[in-house]
Each structure stands twice: as C-alpha cells, then as structure tokens.
C-alpha cells in the first residue's frame, strides 16, 4: 500500500525556523538570534574606561542606563575598520547583562529553518570554534551563527559587572 503524499508546504511550515538579526564585520556575514537583540542603534561617542581589555570600547548611557560596549572587530582580531555611517551599536542580552556590540553595518533580518544550519567547523575566518552556534546556508552565501553567550568568558563578564556596578 502506497503512503499519502504529505503536504510539502505543511512540511515546511513545521519546521523549526529561527529569526536572526545579520550584520557585517568586514566582508564576512554574521547573525545572532532576534530574541537576544533589544535594539539596534547608530553608533555614539563610546566612554573609554581605563584597564579593560582593548576589545571593550568603554560604555555608553543607553536611556539612563550605563551599558558596555564590545567592539567585535577587535574580539575576533579582525583588524580595526574605523566607524562609518554604517556602523551600529546592537544592544544584546548576554547572560544576565545587557551589552553593546559594535558591527560594522547591520543588514537584515532573516528566517532560517534547521535544514539550512551546519554545525560550525573548527575555524571560520580567524574566529575560535567556541564562538560559533553553526554556519547558515542562505541563497548561495554562508551565514556565521554567533553564540552571543560565549563572546566573553566568565572573568571578562565579571569585569563588565564590575565596571558597571562602579558607573
């Protein structure tokens, strides 16, 4: 007895999809998951704060509220590009803190299902393993997936705590 032919739209409909908010660093495409962004906004004038890591830029008054800033050029020793009109602040959720990542240019938000994720190689254009949630396959180009969690170990969060608790 032959199976029913199943309802490839349904099919479709069911998978898992993840939302990503993508941006550049360089001419390589990164995304973080939508839910862990709580805004996206134009790069401002940065407050440097003296002996943190050069990857820290300092920190800015978001509403009232003193928040880090990671410039992820530098974390990922991508090389210094200067800002531009382009340039953005996404203000993220990383573990229990909110934190300002510095991009390059934010591009776009997309929609990709499990089917279209690899799990990540050892290296992708210089940036450690420990970084990486997966590369998205999406209309011909590669996506690097962000594991927002990791991008600073546990002693460097402890120090932006500590930087914000003395704001």
């Given at each position: 007895?032959?199976?029913?032919?199943?309802?490839?739209?349904?099919?479709?409909?069911?998978?898992?999809?993840?939302?990503?908010?993508?941006?550049?660093?360089?001419?390589?495409?990164?995304?973080?998951?939508?839910?862990?962004?709580?805004?996206?906004?134009?790069?401002?004038?940065?407050?440097?704060?003296?002996?943190?890591?050069?990857?820290?830029?300092?920190?800015?008054?978001?509403?009232?509220?003193?928040?880090?800033?990671?410039?992820?050029?530098?974390r990922f020793e991508l090389g210094s590009a200067g800002n531009t009109a382009q340039t953005r602040i996404?203000?993220?959720?990383?573990?229990?803190?909110?934190?300002?990542?510095?991009?390059d240019a934010v591009s776009e938000v997309l929609r990709l299902s499990d089917d279209q994720i690899e799990?990540?190689?050892?290296?992708?254009?210089?940036?450690?393993?420990?970084?990486?949630?997966?590369?998205?396959?999406?209309?011909?180009?590669?996506?690097?997936?962000?594991?927002?969690?990791?991008?600073?170990?546990?002693?460097?969060?402890?120090?932006?705590?500590?930087?914000?608790?003395?704001?």
């Amino acid at each position: 007895m032959a199976e029913p032919l199943k309802n490839t739209k349904r099919q479709a409909e069911e998978r898992p999809v993840r939302q990503l908010v993508t941006f550049a660093l360089g001419r390589e495409e990164y995304g973080v998951d939508i839910m862990r962004v709580q805004e996206i906004i134009r790069f401002q004038n940065v407050t440097r704060v003296p002996q943190m890591p050069a990857f820290i830029e300092g920190v800015i008054n978001l509403r009232g509220t003193v928040i880090p800033v990671i410039d992820l050029r530098k974390r990922f020793e991508l090389g210094s590009a200067g800002n531009t009109a382009q340039t953005r602040i996404v203000v993220v959720n990383v573990g229990s803190r909110t934190t300002g990542i510095v991009v390059d240019a934010v591009s776009e938000v997309l929609r990709l299902s499990d089917d279209q994720i690899e799990p990540p190689p050892p290296a992708v254009s210089g940036i450690g393993h420990e970084y990486l949630q997966g590369v998205g396959k999406v209309q011909g180009r590669l996506l690097i997936l962000l594991d927002i969690d990791k991008i600073l170990t546990v002693n460097e969060q402890g120090a932006l705590v500590e930087l914000q608790a003395g704001q």
